[in-house]
T-cell receptor, first 113, second 116 residues
Framework: LAKTTQPISMDSYEGQEVNITCSHNNIATNDYITWYQQFPSQGPRFIIQGYKTKVTNEVASLFIPADRKSSTLSLPRVSLSDTAVYYCLVGDASSTGANNLFFGTGTRLTVIP | EAGVTQFPSHSVIEKGQTVTLRCDPISGHDNLYWYRRVMGKEIKFLLHFVKESKQDESGMPNNRFLAERTGGTYSTLKVQPAELEDSGVYFC??????????????FGAGTRLSVL
């Protein structure tokens, strides 16, 4: 499983766009990049997943450069309810790859009023 | 549709006692996973069921931990006897089979285990 590196914490004001970057220099060909969000006293919740270029859904956007050695989770116009820990995971999504997820330390995002 | 449910939400036991945690996955999800976070550490994988079969139990810390999934529906994780270092939050997750991007798992709220 590819190791990921992301900032330990970030602060942002309400209404701003937040970008959290994750480094994964050893990403393999079959690896997908997946982001999870975790609120206190809850389990992690899937946000977005991508393989390359850009992916967008109703919650966030995920930008992946051509070399795939990093990725950036973009949260538009954050609100106080976006305060959470965000995990970047890299794992083999092929049928023969391992199924378990590897969680790093995550990035603790604090949204300030 | 109901999500992954875990019971109890919190358990406080004394060292040496036995505790059984239960997980009900999302209906129809063949994959069921157990993870845990001990104090101050990262979330770590414990094991993975496909239906009733253990697919991967490489993360189980020792033989005091026993996981079962009879009938391929709900799962239990028993700790016997519990030790102080077993304290933490135990998460269960599930996912369906046949998805192209299988790193999408649905987590329960967790069971907080406190061993005194």
């Amino acid at each position: 499983l590819a190791k990921t590196t992301q900032p330990i914490s970030m602060d942002s004001y309400e209404g701003q766009e937040v970008n959290i970057t994750c480094s994964h220099n050893n990403i393999a060909t079959n690896d997908y990049i997946t982001w999870y969000q975790q609120f206190p006293s809850q389990g992690p919740r899937f946000i977005i997943q991508g393989y390359k270029t850009k992916v967008t859904n109703e919650v966030a956007s995920l930008f992946i450069p051509a070399d795939r050695k990093s990725s950036t989770l973009s949260l538009p116009r954050v609100s106080l309810s976006d305060t959470a820990v965000y995990y970047c995971l890299v794992g083999d999504a092929s049928s023969t790859g391992a199924n378990n997820l590897f969680f790093g330390t995550g990035t603790r995002l604090t949204v300030i009023p | 549709e109901a999500g992954v449910t875990q019971f109890p939400s919190h358990s406080v036991i004394e060292k040496g006692q036995t505790v059984t945690l239960r997980c009900d996955p999302i209906s129809g999800h063949d994959n069921l996973y157990w993870y845990r976070r001990v104090m101050g550490k990262e979330i770590k994988f414990l094991l993975h069921f496909v239906k009733e079969s253990k697919q991967d139990e490489s993360g189980m810390p020792n033989n005091r931990f026993l996981a079962e999934r009879t009938g391929g529906t709900y799962s239990t994780l028993k700790v016997q006897p519990a030790e102080l270092e077993d304290s933490g939050v135990y998460f269960c997750a599930s996912s369906p089979m046949g998805r192209g991007a299988k790193n999408i798992q649905y987590f329960g709220a967790g069971t907080r285990l406190s061993v005194l």
